[in-house]
């Protein structure tokens, strides 16, 4: 049999020439992000952006977020400080107070050099100085010790007004809403608005419904860091719609408890950290809860004779755990 020749084989017919990798070619990731939320701007750090629940993450960036620089790859660098601006339909006011209450608890869990927070009084627990918890994993796997835990609750409510039967608030040919109509839709909006209470339309429906796993939610929450009769602490109407947004955040009760003004060292309610450990199971996973809620509400002005209303609502919760 004749010897092939390596020259005309197939597989040796492909160049051996080595490709050119441009390294500089890859995008660079972006260190700050700049923000533009409905005129608003913010200047945030990636870390910053990073630690914000998913829930937020996905009413900032629906269509998602690519945390490189673009532009990196068709230059040989740029300069690291330079910031891309990021359109962002979201309310400024509700950012800024998430942004304030992630930092003030970070700052408090952390500390710093010169002012130590909790975690340096905790961090022995983490390292095994704590019996293993009938509760949960052991304290070495336990992320309640070293991380800061925020319960983040949504709420997205759509309102929609059944007019009385006057005939005044009415709708054109065109489906067009008169002024009549948008007066009521503005009232029913601002009535909805000063109902901060968080927890009050959900225990109307436990009351309405007697549904048992909506008043276990009630109570695991309240166990968990809020009251009762907390109220929302961040509460707005969407722009042009019929719709208010409403977020709470609150520290998760561990059970890991600080004796300040004591020698005495840091201990673990273990039955409040085995609720706690339920939270768990939100962390980077929100849940989201739907119902709706129907009252009559009287929209007279005072000295006007009674004007009453049906008022209906869509309630969306979404409830998540974030660790900083």
Same mark, same amino acid.
């Given at each position: 049999?004749?010897?092939?020749?390596?020259?005309?084989?197939?597989?040796?017919?492909?160049?051996?020439?080595?490709?050119?990798?441009?390294?500089?070619?890859?995008?660079?990731?972006?260190?700050?992000?700049?923000?533009?939320?409905?005129?608003?701007?913010?200047?945030? *750090?990636?870390?910053?952006?990073?630690?914000?629940?998913?829930?937020?993450?996905?009413?900032?960036?629906?269509?998602?977020?690519?945390?490189?620089?673009?532009?990196?790859?068709?230059?040989?660098?740029?300069? *690291?400080?330079?910031?891309?601006?990021?359109?962002?339909?979201?309310?400024?006011?509700?950012?800024?107070?998430?942004? $304030?209450?992630?930092?003030?608890?970070?700052?408090?869990?952390?500390?710093?050099?010169?002012?130590?927070?909790?975690?340096?009084?905790? #961090?022995?627990?983490?390292? &095994?100085?704590?019996?293993?918890?009938?509760?949960?994993?052991?304290?070495?796997?336990?992320? =309640?010790?070293?991380?800061?835990?925020?319960?983040?609750?949504? %709420?997205?409510?759509?309102?929609?007004?059944?007019?009385?039967?006057?005939?005044?608030?009415?709708?054109?040919?065109?489906?067009?809403?008169?002024?009549?109509? @948008?007066? @009521?839709?503005?009232?029913?909006?601002?009535?909805? =608005?000063?109902?901060?209470?968080?927890?009050?339309?959900?225990?109307?429906?436990?009351?309405?419904?007697?549904?048992?796993?909506? #008043?276990?939610?009630?109570?695991?929450?309240?166990?968990?860091?809020?009251?009762?009769?907390?109220?929302?602490?961040?509460?707005?109407?969407?722009?042009?719609?019929?719709?208010?947004?409403?977020?709470? @955040?609150?520290?998760?009760?561990? &059970?890991?408890?600080?004796?300040?003004?004591?020698?005495?060292?840091? $201990?673990?309610?273990? $039955?409040?950290?085995?609720?706690?450990?339920? @939270?768990?199971?939100?962390?980077?996973?929100?849940?989201?809860?739907?119902?709706? *809620? &129907?009252?009559?509400?009287?929209?007279? %002005?005072?000295?006007?004779?009674?004007?009453?209303?049906?008022?209906?609502?869509?309630?969306?919760?979404?409830?998540?755990?974030?660790?900083?």
């Amino acid at each position: 049999m004749a010897a092939v020749s390596l020259s005309n084989s197939p597989i040796t017919q492909v160049s051996q020439t080595p490709i050119q990798t441009n390294l500089h070619a890859q995008p660079q990731l972006l260190t700050r992000l700049l923000l533009d939320l409905r005129g608003k701007r913010f200047s945030v *750090d990636r870390e910053t952006i990073m630690n914000l629940p998913e829930s937020v993450l996905l009413c900032l960036f629906p269509n998602g977020l690519v945390l490189s620089r673009q532009s990196a790859a068709l230059s040989d660098g740029g300069d *690291d400080d330079y910031e891309e601006l990021y359109g962002v339909d979201f309310d400024p006011d509700c950012f800024s107070y998430v942004l $304030t209450f992630f930092k003030n608890a970070s700052d408090t869990f952390y500390g710093s050099p010169s002012s130590p927070g909790l975690f340096a009084a905790q #961090q022995h627990l983490a390292e &095994g100085g704590s019996p293993t918890s009938d509760f949960g994993p052991s304290a070495s796997q336990n992320p =309640l010790l070293t991380k800061q835990a925020i319960i983040v609750l949504r %709420e997205e409510l759509e309102y929609f007004a059944i007019p009385p039967k006057d005939g005044q608030a009415a709708t054109n040919s065109s489906g067009i809403a008169n002024g009549a109509l @948008l007066d @009521l839709k503005r009232k029913c909006g601002n009535y909805l =608005l000063h109902k901060r209470n968080i927890f009050t339309a959900l225990q109307r429906n436990v009351s309405k419904e007697n549904n048992i796993a909506e #008043q276990h939610l009630i109570d695991m929450l309240c166990m968990s860091g809020f009251d009762r009769d907390d109220e929302w602490g961040y509460r707005a109407m969407e722009p042009n719609r019929c719709c208010i947004s409403s977020i709470a @955040l609150v520290l998760l009760k561990t &059970g890991i408890q600080h004796h300040v003004g004591s020698d005495r060292p840091v $201990t673990i309610d273990y $039955t409040q950290m085995g609720t706690a450990q339920k @939270l768990l199971l939100f962390w980077r996973k929100p849940a989201r809860k739907c119902w709706w *809620d &129907g009252i009559d509400v009287n929209l007279a %002005e005072e000295g006007e004779p009674e004007k009453v209303i049906k008022l209906w609502a869509r309630r969306v919760w979404t409830l998540e755990l974030s660790l900083v």
